[in-house]
């Protein structure tokens, strides 16, 4: 077969090798999950049965690349994994790298459902799937940053959807009055309006919604402050 008249063809297929001694960032992300989060009535802002769904599948891809893996990040509906800059994994084909990456990602997904929704099957018409994509950074600093990053999105995000519906759900507002109370405030305020509105105090929401998740390379899951132990995370690498 390989050595046919049409073989040539194969001669227009392109690979897109990720420059040497690079981190390599692989970052998916569930695709329309605020539609798939409603579907499946996920809890609002933060379903601790999806997070823990993440962090299961993110383990496995990390268990089944460990060697070539520093750690992984994940919020929300997307995981970060970070690569050593001296892996060869396929070559350091970006398509490769990504795709396999995504598609056993999304495998687990699937047959870890049931375990983590017990009483909710998955329905043929809205199943999950995820994008992928390789980012390569080229020293440590930008590799601490890009996981800085991420953490800081989590923080912002998470304080803003507490309180936008800690709002709605203890305080009766409409998702546009809680949108109009938010508006323009500062993390601070965010806080203040949490507390004195709702009576919560966001230092005592679980650390796994305000922090993220990090898995290690020996499988281990985590929450913690990102930025403060950034040094230590890296250490060995
Ligand atoms: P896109 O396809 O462009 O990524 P998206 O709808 O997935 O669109 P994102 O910006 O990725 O948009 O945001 C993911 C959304 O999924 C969140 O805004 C939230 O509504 C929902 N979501 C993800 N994980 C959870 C969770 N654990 N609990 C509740 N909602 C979640
Ligand atoms: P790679 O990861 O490099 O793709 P591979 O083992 O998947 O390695 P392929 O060249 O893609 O290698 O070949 C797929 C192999 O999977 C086939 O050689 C065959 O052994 C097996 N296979 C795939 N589909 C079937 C099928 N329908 N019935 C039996 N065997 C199959
Ligand atoms: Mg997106
Ligand atoms: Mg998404
Ligand atoms: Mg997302
Ligand atoms: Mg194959």
């Known amino acids: 077969m390989a050595n046919s008249r049409f073989g040539y063809v194969r001669d227009f297929e392109t690979h897109d090798t990720l420059l040497p001694q690079t981190y390599i960032v692989v970052r998916i992300d569930g695709k329309k999950f605020h539609e798939f989060s409603k579907h499946y009535d996920f809890a609002k802002p933060n379903d601790e049965r999806a997070l823990r769904l993440m962090n299961a ?12 893996l520093i750690l992984a990040y994940g919020e929300s509906d997307e995981y970060s994994f970070i690569l050593r800059r001296d892996s060869a994994l396929f070559n350091r084909r970006s398509d490769k790298i990504a795709t396999l990456f995504v598609s056993l990602f999304t495998a687990n997904y699937v047959s870890l459902w049931p375990k983590f929704f017990t009483d909710r099957a998955l329905d043929g018409k ?16 930008a590799v601490k940053d890009y996981l800085s990053w991420r953490f800081v999105d989590t923080h912002i995000n998470n304080l803003y959807n507490t309180a936008f519906w800690q709002l709605i759900q203890k305080c009766g507002m409409t998702p546009q009055e809680s949108e109009n109370r938010l508006s323009g405030t500062v993390s601070s305020e965010k806080q203040e309006i949490l507390f004195k509105d709702c009576g919560i105090n966001y230092n005592n929401e679980p650390e796994m919604f305000k922090k993220g998740s990090l898995v290690t390379n020996k499988g281990a899951i985590l929450h913690i402050d990102v930025i403060k132990q950034i040094d230590e995370l890296f250490e060995e690498f």
């Open 126 to 141: 809205h199943l999950p799937y995820f994008d992928s994509r390789c980012v390569v950074y080229p020293n440590l600093t």
């Open 57 to 68: 599948c993110a383990k496995n891809v990390v268990m089944q690349y460990r060697t070539d």
